[in-house]
């Protein structure tokens, strides 16, 4: 039961950012709370399925996932984000499934 409601419980991303050959991250049906930072964006670009559902997040997802080039599948499902998709969606090239 992973938590996360401020930049502290976000920390976990950091770590995450040195597992070069990172493919699959599944973070879903946890207690995460709130935006989701912009540290998101230093995950590896090898990074193929990002599985976030389930969780309390909000406000808008941040532009710079766009630079998760190498994402098939990305479900942000049940939770609950504002905002537009069409500054980072279709700059993702290898994108086949999106979950909202």
């Known amino acids: 039961m992973l938590e996360a409601g401020d930049s502290e419980g976000w920390q976990f991303f950091d770590a995450l ?3 070069h050959s990172l493919n ?9 709370h709130g935006s989701i ?16 559902g389930w969780n309390n997040l909000s406000g808008i ?3 710079t996932i766009e630079k998760l080039s190498g994402l098939i599948k ?7 984000l ?3 998709i069409e ?4 700059k993702m090239i ?7």
């Open 61 to 63: 997802v941040p532009p």
């Open 87 to 90: 500054e980072w969606v279709g």
């Open 37 to 52: 930072p912009n540290s998101i964006s230093n995950l590896s670009t090898t990074l193929q399925y990002l599985l976030m």
């Open 24 to 32: 699959k991250l599944s973070v879903s049906d946890n207690l995460l």
């Open 74 to 80: 990305l479900s942000l499902v049940n939770n609950n």
């Open 94 to 100: 290898n994108l086949e499934r999106l979950n909202l």
């Open 17 to 19: 950012a040195n597992c």
């Open 82 to 84: 504002t905002g537009t």
